[in-house]
């Protein structure tokens, strides 16, 4: 629905219930007019999560995976994303079928797409230690998915729970009460970022909250010859970029929900539209600084050109 609002045109994928929640779902999703593929199932009910923000507490996500569980790639409408520059999937963490057998699903779900010649992009979330997803083996899933994904857009806890959890472990130890985003070096973020260029994406960007984001990428004319992108390769290719987040104006801080999503939102709109990467890391932090700013996750987004206007002229 970001992406939506800076002016791309979108089509949504998913499963919901049969169920109220359900006809909630896709009742809010038609009044944006991106409700069409959404299906509905017996099968199991709608997903839904509650986040708890307590003052000076970072966010804790309660989660109901419900139809999530039972999605796969045989949910996917390959004719629509055959007509599309770009298939961006989140969340396969709260989605058991997709990593299941090695991730196997996940695997087979963006082989197909990358066969159709479509750029792909993946979002993760945090896995849960205690639940199934906490328990699998992500740097053997990582390892068999990320050859077919181009982009990939995780938060640092993520992906570094995932593949280095010995030192996940160490540096929450280290932040206490804190956050751990605080004790997290830089050297960590390129060591992660080399490990997952080698494992076959060409454009990586690392949320780090309110520390902005890291971004790394592979080569760029190798991926505009092989997907309907036109990014400029001499400022794409074998980049890294620190993108500072945006100063935030306190009295109009809203809500921090989505603000990870929209951020992204912002660098794929910028990948569309052919920015340079430096632009591009710029609108995705003013997407993520905007979202702040609304009392739920979209209240806050401004429309692409207003978002541009921002931009330093030497950006």
Not at 127 to 135: F, I, L, R, T, V
Not at 291 to 310: E, F, H, P, T, V
């Amino acid at each position: 629905l970001a992406m939506k609002r800076f002016g791309r045109r979108v089509a949504l994928m998913g499963l919901v219930g049969k169920d109220t929640l359900g006809d909630v779902v896709r009742s809010q999703l038609r009044a944006h007019g991106v409700s069409s593929g959404i299906r509905q199932t017996s099968r199991a009910g709608t997903a839904y999560g509650i986040v708890l923000a307590p003052p000076g507490t970072d966010r804790m996500f309660l989660e109901d995976p419900g139809c999530n569980g039972i999605f796969t790639s045989r949910d996917i409408d390959y004719s629509t994303v055959k007509k599309s520059r770009l298939f961006h999937f989140g969340y396969p963490t709260l989605m058991s079928a997709m990593f299941a057998r090695q991730g196997a699903e996940l695997t087979r779900m963006f082989a197909r797409v990358k066969r159709l010649g479509v750029a792909t992009s993946l979002d993760m979330t945090l896995p849960d230690p205690d639940s199934a997803a906490g328990k699998v083996n992500w740097p053997a899933i990582l390892t068999a998915a990320l050859p077919h994904v181009d982009i990939f857009v995780p938060s640092i806890e993520e992906v570094l729970s995932m593949l280095e959890p010995a030192t996940y472990a160490r540096l929450l130890c280290m932040a206490g009460a804190g956050d751990i985003i605080n004790v997290i070096p830089r050297h960590v973020y390129r060591r992660l970022g080399v490990r997952l260029l080698a494992l076959g994406i060409t454009v990586l960007m690392i949320k780090a909250g309110h520390r902005g984001a890291y971004l790394c990428t592979g080569d760029i004319a190798a991926l505009n010859a092989s997907v309907p992108l036109r990014l400029p390769a001499e400022s794409w290719s074998h980049r890294e970029v620190w993108a500072s987040p945006l100063p935030l104006s306190r009295p109009r801080f809203k809500n921090a929900c989505g603000a990870g999503d929209c951020a992204v939102g912002g660098l794929l709109a910028a990948i569309l539209a052919g920015e340079t990467l430096d632009r591009a890391a710029a609108l995705a932090m003013t997407a993520g600084r905007d979202n702040l700013y609304g009392i739920d996750s979209l209240q806050g987004l401004r429309n692409w050109s207003a978002m541009k206007k921002d931009l330093k002229e030497d950006i």
